[in-house]
């Protein structure tokens, strides 16, 4: 896709973005604030990159019951900056009574005339904020009663879906969007296989649509039925927007056999210390123009940085029969530490939001006899100048068993 | 006052509810919807009467952190019936920054140019839905950051306060409304007695203004500190709007001494089956004019029906020493239980969505060597036909002391 700039009536700007997991850490002092101004970086590059609106993939709540003060953060940013007099430029085709019918006001938020709303934010759920308890609600319900978003994809059968698209127009541009909330991976993997999730095509202008697919879903493979195969997405489908995977594969990658493209946007906000997490954060500016699309890539720049090595003692000039070894291995990870914090320093983003103190795990694998520091100990050392004192170091054993057994 | 309606444009008319208590009984299958059901009708009676806004003394919600559902609830409420295109009449005069500066937007509802506010709600905290736990917000700062209320009376000092007035005028009206949420009653008590509370007055026009002071404490004396009396409050005052107090003696009563009137709504939900609870519920609409004011009181009719009385063994036929006396205590309770039933049966509002099972309390005297019943074997008989079969009777018994020691 081409040009999409000089052809600004017939292209829709969306804001791609997914698992912000708000209140992550919610009550950690140094990282208690991480989600809530990620989520509002995000807010502001939807502003200034002028979007249409605003697509998130789930989990926007880390926690089924977000804490008041998440859930404060959330609403006030949501009506600081999706509230506004610009005007919504999307034509609503589809019945919104039916899109939006699970919810207590059955219409797209921008439509209602007691609301002004400048950036309309739709999402489906994720399975940490999924429908539960009394009334079967989720988080997403509260900011739809108050008119904040436009919660969709939510389906109460567990037999069977008929995914039906939200029918947006811009100019010249059809966009179906598809939506299906977190579901069990294991059910929805076996409600596919029965042929039991159906998705509706429109039936005017049915092959000028462009299709879009959110989902929740396991997408690579933890055992034979937890997850959900590309190939069990219908192929009509232009591009499907994978949510709850955490790693940033925000480019998107082209599925030759179902003839789609897949785009993983991923979490901003590191969720675990893991080394797939220092991939670099970024959510998209989705161009669609006709059938056809671009995604421009925002890094960004408040996201805590993130640093991860992997440290194998035995690779060494360290040996174990040193009588002085305890304090050497420990001298060696601090060390290995001052280097990650410089590199933190080195390379911060520049923007005043970004968090001062670094993320640092050294995965310290010990085999061949060496002994262990305690972190906890060790990290006092670094308290003030790292977000994690208490967890930097990680030690890790190679299984005491043959190769042969191994395989 | 009289003939307000001959002068409807310099007429304020205000809703005065208060200590609605929502989510009281939030998981009783059959009470849960109570409270819900009666904000309902309290809110279509603002709307019904046509009301510049409604004012709120408290106790907006009975749990300090309400579950999904009711928050969910009460959300879909506000906005449904507040919400809207009616234009509120109200100028506003005080600083806006300075009324509400203790919350993410503030400014008044009903001029955000993003919000169609056709009936403004405006509340004070009371002490079941204060301020608590991290970021010292409460449930109002969550319907305040979506626009839903203005929340003000909220004074961050507990050494000393200066209650200002929010400052409205309707045509030659102008009404200075203070409000103050609930503060622990010794604590506040402490404070007027040392001098702490200041009322400020504004500065033009001082005799010009209705003083209208809300306030949620302990009217009635429990204990030499922890109520507030009234003659503590300012003698400039016209009307003490008294929340907390769940009896509903919304009738202005008129204060010699301090030259007020108080008003003391009550709850609109029977949160004890106490005599107390009994007294038919109101809410009211104020209505002032320049210097003059007065309440129309307005039943409500979506509350449930509570029955209460008591009976002394003693002052019955029925003797201790008849062997089938436990018999005919049971007996006797079922009979005066199906007198009740009977009562409710004739007093129903006729108001449809007035629940059909009243509330039943049958308080037993059983001093003289009575038995007692089982109340839950007891109220098994009435599963269906009443509110509460589980605790309809309850055993008193006159303490085992002389006259003398009782003095
Ligand atoms: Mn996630
Ligand atoms: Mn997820
Ligand atoms: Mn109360
Ligand atoms: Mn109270």
Redesign the pocket.
């Known amino acids: 896709m081409h040009k999409e700039d000089d052809d600004p009536d017939n292209t829709m700007r969306i804001l791609i973005a997914t ?1 912000v997991h708000l209140g992550y850490a919610d009550k950690d002092p140094i990282r208690g604030d991480d989600s809530l101004t990620t989520f509002e970086e995000i807010l502001q590059i939807a502003k200034k990159n002028n979007v249409d609106f605003i697509l998130n993939g ?2 926007l709540f880390h926690d089924n019951k977000p804490s008041r003060r998440i859930l404060h953060g959330c609403m006030t940013l949501l009506r600081k900056y999706c509230f506004g007099d610009k005007p919504c430029p999307i034509e609503y085709l589809s019945d919104q009574a039916v899109d939006f019918g699970h919810t207590s006001f059955p219409q797209v938020n921008y439509e209602d005339p007691n609301l002004n709303v400048a950036i309309p934010f739709f999402s489906v759920h ?3 904020d999924d429908p539960a308890g009394a009334g079967n609600l989720c988080t997403l319900d509260l900011l739809s009663s108050a008119g904040l978003v436009n919660f969709f994809g939510r389906y109460l059968s567990l037999e069977k879906i008929e995914v039906k698209p939200v029918l947006l127009k811009k100019g010249t541009t059809q966009l179906a969007l598809y939506g299906l909330g ?1 579901i069990r991976d294991e059910r929805l993997h076996r409600m596919f296989v029965h042929n039991n999730i159906q998705f509706v095509r429109p039936k005017e202008d049915t092959g000028d649509w462009f299709n879009l697919f959110v989902i ?1 879903q396991n997408r690579s493979k933890h055992g034979a039925t937890n997850y959900i195969p590309e190939q069990f997405l219908a192929n009509f489908l232009d591009l499907v927007f994978w ?2 995977e ?1 790693e940033c594969l925000i480019d998107p990658v082209w599925n030759s056999l179902q003839e789609f493209f897949v785009t993983q946007p991923g979490s901003p906000i590191a969720t675990s210390l893991s080394k797939g997490e220092t991939a670099p954060k970024h959510v998209g500016i989705l161009k669609i123009r006709g059938k056809e699309m671009k995604i421009e890539k925002i890094p960004l720049e408040t996201v805590r940085q993130f640093y991860f090595e992997e440290l194998v003692l035995q690779d060494t000039s360290l040996s174990p029969d040193d009588p002085k070894c305890e304090d050497k291995v420990e001298k060696y990870c601090e060390e290995k530490v001052e280097e990650m914090l410089y590199q933190s320093g080195m390379e911060r983003s520049g923007n005043r939001r970004q968090p001062k103190e670094p993320l640092i795990r050294l995965r310290v694998d010990y085999t061949g006899g060496f002994s262990t520091a305690n972190p906890i100990k060790f990290g006092q050392k670094f308290i003030g100048r790292l977000a994690n004192p208490r967890d930097i170091l990680l030690f890790t054993h190679k299984p005491i068993r043959s190769i042969k057994d191994c395989e």
């Open positions: 698992d789930g989990d994720g399975n940490h977190s929740h949510g709850h955490h």
